[in-house]
């Protein structure tokens, strides 16, 4: 089976890079081999790769900074998913894209959000990774978005390894405690799509793209549990340097001003993926101490 695979050099693609071999022949691409803000090299490498599986891990995912940079985000994270889910559908190919929990607004929720539940993001960053969901599923390509959060990697930059940093330097952090999601480790995610590639492989009659036609759609992929920056913060500390902890402070998201509003709540009910493909993440208490072992 040939593979393509976007944003290898990510988070979740680095982690993907890691399963993806055992199931066919993986192109890898990172910003060097396809800048994903140039539609023409997009069609240009999907036509000579002409793979079975396409994988859009690859995006535009500085929060922050997309509030003064639009236009690349929309490039990114709306175009990008369209043209490839065009080529996707004209190659015959299964699309799995990821998108976020930002997606979604955050405001009043008092209960994890369902696949059904109306997006209304409140960032760039959010509205632009809608934009992409969108095309993808109006394009009539089959296609698995796996909407996550709060990604983090034992490798550079992110809340997880910040914490790590700032715990050396600090006697005291302040962080937010007003916003909920779910800590998910991207190894975690990288495993569940394996185990779904692998699920479809075994059904697969015709090709991977007709196995998936019935079941395209969007679901949500997170650890379980739900906690704030702040309990993130803590249980980062207590696990990674529990003889040093520095004295944690919650503060509120107004205390903490950023250029992008994030949603007050974004915990993703996993019930729909779970259903459909038997798949669960561990909690992501049990996900950090695993991530944590791969840190000397
Ligand atoms: N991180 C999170 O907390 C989070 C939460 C929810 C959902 N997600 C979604 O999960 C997916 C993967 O996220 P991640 O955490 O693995 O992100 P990441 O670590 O930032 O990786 C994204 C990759 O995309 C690449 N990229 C950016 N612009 C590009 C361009 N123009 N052309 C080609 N490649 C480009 C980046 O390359 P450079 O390194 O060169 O910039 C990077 O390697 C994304 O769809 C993201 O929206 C992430």
């Not at 500085?62 to 996707?88: C, M, R």
């Not at 390509?141 to 709060?150: D, K, Q, Y």
Request: hydrophobic content about 35%; some cysteine; proline content about 5%.
């Amino acid at each position: 089976m040939r593979i393509l695979l976007t944003g290898k050099d990510g988070q979740i693609g680095s982690e993907l890079l890691k399963v993806l071999s055992q199931f066919g022949e993986v192109t890898a691409t990172g910003r060097n081999e396809m800048d994903l803000a140039e539609p023409s090299q997009i069609q240009r490498i999907v036509r000579q790769v002409k793979p079975e599986l396409i994988i859009n891990s690859g995006a535009y995912t500085a929060v922050d900074k997309a509030e003064s940079e639009p236009d690349l985000a929309k490039s990114v994270n709306g175009i990008a998913p369209e043209i490839l889910a065009q080529e996707a559908k004209s190659e015959h190919s299964l699309l799995i894209h990821y998108s976020t929990d930002y997606t979604y607004s955050g405001e009043m929720q008092q209960r994890p959000y369902f696949e059904s539940d109306f997006p209304a993001p409140n960032s760039t960053y959010g509205k632009t990774k809608l934009e992409g969901d969108q095309a993808i599923e109006r394009s009539g390509a089959s296609h698995l978005i796996f909407r996550t959060g709060w990604v983090y990697s034992s490798t550079g930059k992110n809340f997880l390894r910040t914490i790590m940093k700032l715990a050396k330097e600090k006697n005291e952090l302040r962080i937010v405690n007003d916003q909920t999601g779910t800590p998910t480790w991207c190894r975690s995610i990288a495993i569940a799509t394996g185990e779904i590639i692998k699920s479809l492989i075994d059904k697969k009659e015709d090709s991977l793209s007709k196995t998936a036609s019935s079941i395209s759609g969007i679901y949500h992929m997170t650890c379980q549990g739900e906690t704030s920056w702040h309990g993130f913060a803590q249980a980062i500390l207590e696990l990674s340097c529990p003889e040093s902890i520095p004295k944690l402070l919650a503060i509120s998201t107004e205390e903490y001003p950023t250029p992008a509003t994030r949603p007050t709540y974004s915990v993703l009910s996993n019930t729909k993926l779970q259903k459909t493909f038997g798949v669960e993440l561990p909690h992501w208490e049990d996900a950090i101490k695993q991530c944590l072992k791969n840190i000397s």
